[in-house]
């Protein structure tokens, strides 16, 4: 398999995610969308989430603790515990490259920090950068040889199992919470909701899986979703769903055969690790386990992650914090707001801000020195065929 450069790759990814898509009109073929219509959706995307954003740090967050009290909490922690916080952040950060390489064993780790960093980069700063993120990571494998189909794959297998791990640790995390207080009956109802979910998202892939059947029937709901979503769109709809699906069906089947328990390993230490951290500042702060169990930050942390899944501000800036706070708070008592505060947002800082010079960094060295993160180029064999 052809390595492309760089560059091409980038170029590649732009025609992948155009700015510009065409709208289909009846019979008068494609016409482009209007300037001021896709300008004025750009200015909404960036607006609303600014707004929110602004509307918690600069609002409902000091209705909580002043941010002088806030800082003096921060400022009292000792440095055994600054290097604990600094040490937690970091080893986070390197288990999202150790996922990335439980589905692509075939990358360096150099390489799969580069990814890592560079798409968390664009999605912690743009509005609508999740998407932007799939391009960067996309541009960035495939100029190290991974096809398109192996992207696909690795992107579907990855969220697959994120969103397992996020609808099942609330549960885990509520029987966990039982051992140190009672829960309430809203964290009870959401990891019952969380658990029904994970067992029929679990049951459905079996069946894609492992049924020729099922994946057919999966093929024919996913082309008339297509069909509808196109006509409403007014767009000419895939012609080949079904037959996708099948294909990525035997894909992961054989990825998962042969991986599956290093990917699941993965992802769920990637999770409990940016727990972790979290717990870290907590204690930081002088906040003991009388005062929070971390049983208690644990059941905050899965449900706050679950209820963020869909980023509305760019890495869930704003609600995260506020989530986390109004939990932990609960827990604590009232006269433990600042200090609750203080390790939220210490938490926040350390996990989110890192990433983007690092990212852009990474995207700096990927795009004018190749060869200080390319690895040989007997390695750069995707560990799937095809595509």
């Known amino acids: 398999m052809l390595n492309p450069s760089a560059r091409g790759s980038a170029a590649h990814a732009l025609a992948a995610y155009p700015e510009k898509p065409e709208l289909v009109s009846g019979d008068a073929g494609p016409v482009a969308a209007g300037p001021r ?43 055994p515990y600054a290097l604990l916080v600094g040490t937690a952040a970091a080893a986070s950060m390197v288990t999202y490259w150790i996922t990335i390489r439980a589905v692509l064993p075939w990358i360096g780790l150099r390489q799969a920090a580069a990814v890592s960093l560079g798409s968390n980069a664009v999605a912690s700063t743009l509005p609508v950068g999740g998407a932007v993120a799939v391009g960067v990571s996309w541009a960035m494998l495939s100029s190290w040889g991974l096809s398109t189909a192996d992207y696909v794959l690795y992107t579907l297998v990855t969220g697959i199992w994120n969103v397992f791990t996020l609808t099942g640790l609330p549960f885990l995390a509520v029987l966990v919470m039982t051992t140190a207080s009672r829960p309430d009956a809203t964290m009870i109802t959401g990891a019952a909701a969380g658990l029904a979910l994970l067992a029929a998202m679990v049951g459905g892939l079996g069946l894609l899986l492992h049924s020729e059947a099922s994946a057919l029937r999966a093929g024919r709901v996913l082309q008339y979703a297509l069909a509808v979503a196109a006509r409403l769109a007014r767009r000419t709809p895939p012609a080949s769903a079904a037959g996708s699906l099948s294909g990525f069906r035997d894909r992961a089947g054989a990825l998962l055969a042969d991986r599956g328990w290093r990917i699941t390993t993965a992802i769920v230490a990637s999770h409990l690790m940016l727990w972790l951290v979290l717990l870290a500042c907590l204690r930081a702060v002088s906040l003991s386990q009388a005062q929070l169990p971390w049983q208690t930050s644990l059941a905050a942390f899965a449900f706050i992650r679950l209820l963020t899944v869909v980023p509305i501000t760019p890495g869930g800036l704003g609600i995260t914090e506020l989530g986390l706070i109004g939990i932990l708070a609960s827990g604590a008592g009232h006269k433990a707001s600042a200090q609750v505060t203080a390790a939220v947002l210490m938490y926040r800082a350390v996990t989110y801000l890192p990433a983007i010079p690092l990212g852009a960094f990474a995207c700096l060295i990927w795009r004018y020195a190749p060869a200080l993160i390319s690895t040989s180029p007997r390695r750069l064999l995707p560990a799937t065929k095809g595509g």
Not at 54 to 70: Q, T
């Open 37 to 79: 219509a896709r300008r004025g959706r750009v200015i909404l995307r960036a607006a609303v989430p600014a707004a929110l954003i602004a509307a918690a740090f600069g609002l409902a967050l000091p209705r909580v603790a002043s941010y002088r009290a806030v800082w003096a909490s921060i400022d009292a922690m000792t440095w």
